[in-house]
């Protein structure tokens, strides 16, 4: 076990380098410059230059990524161009931003996903798993934003329940209590989670229903039935663990794309997180929070892999984790 | 027996829960006449609080709160001699000789961590503009002032190289003056990313509260500030995603103001809201098709003129502002006080754009007029427009359709506004749809634009007589008449050299609450009179009371 957690971290270590010098070397080839204002004004070419000369940016790209690696390596990953800040400090005010995002949604995805996928299993082919299986695959065809944009117009904007943008309302969060602080929060957390969990739970949904109900068509399931155990037992007990393992393997897989679910909805939802810095990053050509991003959703994939790996062999005693990886 | 009642449905337990969580609030007191938040919505985020370094339009309308000029531009908008501008950290000001300009600052200014305002701090300030090391983007435009000194404590002396027309806007629109005993000890260098600049200390009727990058920048009034206290006790810019996303927040209650709203169906959508009250201004943008004259197909003249001729702009503006928008008689906005309709322009005429086309070998083909070559090469170009813009885009799409009535093949380019710089800069192009937002000041703006060599001159054009022209309503005018002539001179060249076809000149809208009185939108700088902004008492609503 330890020699291939040792082995799977080196390995990430790899993936995340090799994802950084590429993300670095893409966005410095890439056609465009920083510093350009955003508003239809005209910078003189020598502030410009006075600017790149500033950062760094005269330099050769091989000097510059050389610069950039040796600087990452003691924990200085540089000063954004766009908002002339560490970036460490804006990562500190983002990040978490964006992990209470993909945290809430992906809590909304699997736990309704899951429950609703049960649910139809155990009711294959009634009434109720037909509308169920109905509503989760318009669910899942459509795209975020559009959700989005409907819930930020009826729920936002119409019926006023819920704030159309922002992580937090700046006028009443400094005077609020910490009940208060976090009920604030929560309020504005409600509707984007619940875009990026909806549309994941419809997937999630009909994964599930159909891991179900593979399960459920095999023997031992027939023999604990033969054996006169209750229902329910059946289907949480024997069916559902044995089930969870795809459902593992897309837990896994949805952290990156929550991520990149996560640029589209932190847009539409003005939420200050990962996806929207990164989105704004690559239209103002700031290289150091592009490069920033990218090293960071690199992290989560790697580590998202090698939890769902852990978590395969807590929920199969058969897979052992050894040498030569995950087996059975 | 009484039937059980049936419970809540749980979403609306757990949402009345968090709106009583919500309501955890200290009590919301503020009474009278200096309460008030006003939540701008913001589509983008500042920079750097820092003036001279900051190169974003939203960092200005945050920093304009809380740092002051010597002298501010009237309503007017008149650049031209001192008389239409108004006093603001100077008291008064006189000028010793023809080239000397002395300022008497106000002995009330302070800074807001104490010390008072001082000449010492108008001297650092202009050093700092003009230090090459600092990349301040209006050093340019501070070139003819020789040297700014301290006389004494309270008087600063500007020296000029020689007299011009705008001598009096070159020192005092670009600089606002900045505390030396905060600033002298941060090397120049690392002005750009100083530490000042994300809790700056000004002298303005703002105080700098709090920044949350990606969320939101709080101002609090000074209610010390020497000028008068200002009525409106908070200042809120929340950071939105687009425009879209600021409209939303506006219609939805949750902004208070929005600068500008855009495209006519924005406009009917928050004219549609009771609480919101609309202000047109004039606005200090305009658009236009521009040539690359270094262009084979473009360093033709009577080309460039055809396609002018060819283009219904009145139409166009029709169809895109519904008659919010003029044909500008040459590169100006509405805004700039040169603006005459009698300047000699191109009119819009088909026939005679055919003719020239003909008369340059670019015949018909197919009967039609469908196209048209020459030499076997048809008469096509490339016209770039930024996807971000849906002005242009649709600008765009209408150009396309009338060249086509007279044989030109327009092929649109939608690209990505940085990479569009990007090939503007390098002459890697043949037309592109520009906006352009200026200064108050024609001279700086037209000579950044069309002066030969120019930074914004992306077009390579270039006329000596122009040139001539240029500098002479520029630098070589002393009365403000002779400098309108001069700059219609100008402009009738440029008309008719066609380097571009200048499409729009809008009036735009701004949008505010209804509770807010005394509304004032500059159209230079559209929240600089919001400290003489008030909410009466009787309008307060929840969120003016509460207390930080």
Redesign the interface.
């Given at each position: 076990m330890t020699a291939w957690l040792v082995r799977r971290c080196a390995a990430a270590i790899a993936i995340v380098f090799a994802v950084v010098t590429l993300t670095f070397l893409l966005i410095h080839l890439a056609?465009?410059?920083p510093?350009?204002?955003?508003?239809?004004?005209?910078?003189?070419?020598?502030?410009v230059d006075?600017?790149r000369r500033?950062?760094g940016l005269d330099r050769p790209l091989g000097v510059q990524y050389v610069r950039y690696v040796v600087a990452l390596l003691h924990g200085d990953p540089g000063?954004s161009f766009?908002?002339?800040?560490p970036i460490g400090?804006?990562l500190a005010?983002?990040v978490p931003?964006t992990l209470l995002l993909s945290g809430a949604a992906l809590a909304i995805d699997f736990l309704l996903g899951a429950a609703i996928g049960l649910y139809q299993a155990a009711r294959a082919r009634h009434r109720a798993d037909v509308v169920l299986g109905n509503a989760t695959l318009f669910l899942y065809s459509v795209p975020t934003f559009w959700l989005g944009l409907v819930l930020?117009l009826v729920f936002?904007?119409h019926l006023?329940?819920f704030?159309?943008?922002?992580?937090?309302?700046?006028?009443?969060y400094?005077?609020?209590?910490l009940?208060?602080r976090?009920?604030?929060r929560?309020?504005h957390l409600?509707l984007p989670a619940l875009t990026l969990g909806l549309v994941g739970a419809g997937g999630t949904a009909r994964f599930q229903r159909a891991a179900l109900l593979e399960v459920a068509g095999q023997d031992f399931i027939r023999t604990a039935r033969a054996k006169g155990l209750h229902e329910r037992r059946i289907w949480l007990v024997h069916t559902l663990r044995n089930a969870l393992l795809p459902l593992i393997t897309l837990f896994g897989l949805a952290l990156p794309f929550l991520l990149t679910g996560a640029v589209l909805i932190?847009?539409?939802?003005?939420w200050?997180?990962m996806g929207?810095?990164a989105a704004d990053a690559i239209?103002?050509?700031d290289y150091p929070v592009v490069t920033a991003a990218a090293l960071l959703a690199s992290v989560m994939v790697v580590l998202g892999s090698l939890v769902a790996d852990v978590l395969y062999s807590v929920a199969d005693p058969r897979i052992r984790l050894g040498k030569g990886g995950a087996r059975a | 027996m009484r039937a059980p009642t049936k419970p809540p449905p749980p979403s609306l337990i757990g949402l009345a829960a968090l709106v009583a969580l919500t309501a955890c609030t200290r009590p919301s007191t503020c009474r009278g006449d200096y309460c008030g938040t006003l939540v701008f919505a913001a589509a983008g985020q500042p920079d750097i609080l820092l003036p001279p370094v900051s190169v974003q339009g939203l960092a200005r309308d945050v920093y304009q709160q809380i740092f002051l000029k010597l002298a501010d531009i009237g309503p007017s908008m008149n650049t031209l001699g001192d008389h239409d501008f108004q006093p603001q950290l100077s008291q008064r000001w006189e000028w010793e000789t023809p080239t000397r300009l002395v300022f008497h600052l106000d002995p009330r200014a302070r800074w807001q961590d104490g010390p008072p305002v001082t000449a010492a701090d108008v001297a650092f300030t202009f050093q700092a503009y003009t230090d090459s090391q600092v990349h301040a983007e209006s050093r340019p435009l501070l070139g003819g002032i020789v040297s700014v000194t301290a006389r004494d404590s309270l008087t600063a002396v500007f020296a000029y190289r020689e007299r011009y027309p705008e001598m009096f806007y070159a020192a005092v629109y670009h600089m606002y003056i900045l505390p030396r005993h905060l600033l002298d000890t941060v090397p120049r260098p690392r002005w750009a990313t100083a530490a000042f600049g994300r809790v700056p200390v000004g002298d303005g009727p703002y105080r700098f509260v709090s920044w949350t990058p990606g969320q939101s920048v709080e101002l609090g009034a000074d209610s010390t500030f020497f000028l008068g206290r200002p009525h409106i006790r908070r200042l809120i810019w929340q950071f939105v995603g687009d425009q879209q996303a600021a409209i939303t927040q506006l219609v939805a209650g949750q902004g208070d103001a929005l600068e500008f709203l855009g495209p006519l169906d924005n406009l009917r959508r928050v004219q549609q809201v009771p609480q919101l009250a609309t202000y047109p201004y004039k606005s200090s943008a305009y658009g236009y098709m521009l040539f690359n004259v270094a262009a084979p197909l473009f360093s033709d003249r009577a080309v460039r003129r055809a396609l002018v001729l060819a283009l219904d702009r009145d139409r166009m503006n029709q169809s895109v502002w519904a008659g919010q928008a003029k044909v500008p008689p040459g590169p100006m906005p509405q805004l700039w006080s040169v603006w005459d309709p009698a300047i000699r322009s191109l009119p819009y005429d088909t026939a005679a754009a055919a003719r020239l086309l003909a008369q340059r070998g670019w015949r018909a083909v197919g009967g039609g007029g469908s196209a048209r070559t020459r030499g076997g090469q048809k008469l096509a170009f490339e016209l770039l427009v930024p996807t971000t813009s849906a002005v242009r885009r649709q600008y765009a799409r209408l150009i396309q359709a009338q060249l086509l009535t007279v044989g030109v093949d327009v092929k649109l380019v939608e690209i990505e506004p940085n990479v569009m710089q990007d090939r503007l800069a390098k002459g890697n192009f043949e037309a592109a749809i520009l906006s352009y937002q200026a200064d108050p000041s024609p001279t700086a703006g037209v000579t950044q634009h069309w002066g030969r060599g120019a930074p914004g001159n992306f077009g390579h054009y270039a006329n000596p007589a122009f040139q001539r022209a240029l500098e002479a309503a520029g630098h070589g005018a002393n009365r403000p008449e002779e400098a309108a002539r001069a700059w219609r001179e100008a402009f009738s060249i440029l008309n008719d050299d066609a380097p571009a076809a200048w499409l729009y000149a809008p009036n735009l809208v701004a949008a505010v609450h209804r509770r807010v009185a005394d509304v004032q939108v500059r159209p230079d700088s559209w929240w600089a009179l919001v400290r003489t902004w008030r909410i009466p008492a009787d309008r307060l609503i929840d969120r003016d009371r509460v207390e930080r």
């Amino acid at each position: 076990m330890t020699a291939w957690l040792v082995r799977r971290c080196a390995a990430a270590i790899a993936i995340v380098f090799a994802v950084v010098t590429l993300t670095f070397l893409l966005i410095h080839l890439a056609p465009g410059t920083p510093f350009v204002p955003s508003d239809e004004r005209v910078l003189d070419p020598a502030v410009v230059d006075g600017l790149r000369r500033q950062f760094g940016l005269d330099r050769p790209l091989g000097v510059q990524y050389v610069r950039y690696v040796v600087a990452l390596l003691h924990g200085d990953p540089g000063y954004s161009f766009s908002l002339r800040r560490p970036i460490g400090e804006v990562l500190a005010t983002t990040v978490p931003n964006t992990l209470l995002l993909s945290g809430a949604a992906l809590a909304i995805d699997f736990l309704l996903g899951a429950a609703i996928g049960l649910y139809q299993a155990a009711r294959a082919r009634h009434r109720a798993d037909v509308v169920l299986g109905n509503a989760t695959l318009f669910l899942y065809s459509v795209p975020t934003f559009w959700l989005g944009l409907v819930l930020v117009l009826v729920f936002g904007q119409h019926l006023a329940w819920f704030p159309v943008g922002g992580d937090r309302n700046p006028v009443l969060y400094p005077s609020l209590s910490l009940l208060g602080r976090l009920g604030d929060r929560a309020w504005h957390l409600a509707l984007p989670a619940l875009t990026l969990g909806l549309v994941g739970a419809g997937g999630t949904a009909r994964f599930q229903r159909a891991a179900l109900l593979e399960v459920a068509g095999q023997d031992f399931i027939r023999t604990a039935r033969a054996k006169g155990l209750h229902e329910r037992r059946i289907w949480l007990v024997h069916t559902l663990r044995n089930a969870l393992l795809p459902l593992i393997t897309l837990f896994g897989l949805a952290l990156p794309f929550l991520l990149t679910g996560a640029v589209l909805i932190e847009t539409v939802f003005s939420w200050p997180g990962m996806g929207k810095l990164a989105a704004d990053a690559i239209f103002t050509r700031d290289y150091p929070v592009v490069t920033a991003a990218a090293l960071l959703a690199s992290v989560m994939v790697v580590l998202g892999s090698l939890v769902a790996d852990v978590l395969y062999s807590v929920a199969d005693p058969r897979i052992r984790l050894g040498k030569g990886g995950a087996r059975a | 027996m009484r039937a059980p009642t049936k419970p809540p449905p749980p979403s609306l337990i757990g949402l009345a829960a968090l709106v009583a969580l919500t309501a955890c609030t200290r009590p919301s007191t503020c009474r009278g006449d200096y309460c008030g938040t006003l939540v701008f919505a913001a589509a983008g985020q500042p920079d750097i609080l820092l003036p001279p370094v900051s190169v974003q339009g939203l960092a200005r309308d945050v920093y304009q709160q809380i740092f002051l000029k010597l002298a501010d531009i009237g309503p007017s908008m008149n650049t031209l001699g001192d008389h239409d501008f108004q006093p603001q950290l100077s008291q008064r000001w006189e000028w010793e000789t023809p080239t000397r300009l002395v300022f008497h600052l106000d002995p009330r200014a302070r800074w807001q961590d104490g010390p008072p305002v001082t000449a010492a701090d108008v001297a650092f300030t202009f050093q700092a503009y003009t230090d090459s090391q600092v990349h301040a983007e209006s050093r340019p435009l501070l070139g003819g002032i020789v040297s700014v000194t301290a006389r004494d404590s309270l008087t600063a002396v500007f020296a000029y190289r020689e007299r011009y027309p705008e001598m009096f806007y070159a020192a005092v629109y670009h600089m606002y003056i900045l505390p030396r005993h905060l600033l002298d000890t941060v090397p120049r260098p690392r002005w750009a990313t100083a530490a000042f600049g994300r809790v700056p200390v000004g002298d303005g009727p703002y105080r700098f509260v709090s920044w949350t990058p990606g969320q939101s920048v709080e101002l609090g009034a000074d209610s010390t500030f020497f000028l008068g206290r200002p009525h409106i006790r908070r200042l809120i810019w929340q950071f939105v995603g687009d425009q879209q996303a600021a409209i939303t927040q506006l219609v939805a209650g949750q902004g208070d103001a929005l600068e500008f709203l855009g495209p006519l169906d924005n406009l009917r959508r928050v004219q549609q809201v009771p609480q919101l009250a609309t202000y047109p201004y004039k606005s200090s943008a305009y658009g236009y098709m521009l040539f690359n004259v270094a262009a084979p197909l473009f360093s033709d003249r009577a080309v460039r003129r055809a396609l002018v001729l060819a283009l219904d702009r009145d139409r166009m503006n029709q169809s895109v502002w519904a008659g919010q928008a003029k044909v500008p008689p040459g590169p100006m906005p509405q805004l700039w006080s040169v603006w005459d309709p009698a300047i000699r322009s191109l009119p819009y005429d088909t026939a005679a754009a055919a003719r020239l086309l003909a008369q340059r070998g670019w015949r018909a083909v197919g009967g039609g007029g469908s196209a048209r070559t020459r030499g076997g090469q048809k008469l096509a170009f490339e016209l770039l427009v930024p996807t971000t813009s849906a002005v242009r885009r649709q600008y765009a799409r209408l150009i396309q359709a009338q060249l086509l009535t007279v044989g030109v093949d327009v092929k649109l380019v939608e690209i990505e506004p940085n990479v569009m710089q990007d090939r503007l800069a390098k002459g890697n192009f043949e037309a592109a749809i520009l906006s352009y937002q200026a200064d108050p000041s024609p001279t700086a703006g037209v000579t950044q634009h069309w002066g030969r060599g120019a930074p914004g001159n992306f077009g390579h054009y270039a006329n000596p007589a122009f040139q001539r022209a240029l500098e002479a309503a520029g630098h070589g005018a002393n009365r403000p008449e002779e400098a309108a002539r001069a700059w219609r001179e100008a402009f009738s060249i440029l008309n008719d050299d066609a380097p571009a076809a200048w499409l729009y000149a809008p009036n735009l809208v701004a949008a505010v609450h209804r509770r807010v009185a005394d509304v004032q939108v500059r159209p230079d700088s559209w929240w600089a009179l919001v400290r003489t902004w008030r909410i009466p008492a009787d309008r307060l609503i929840d969120r003016d009371r509460v207390e930080r």
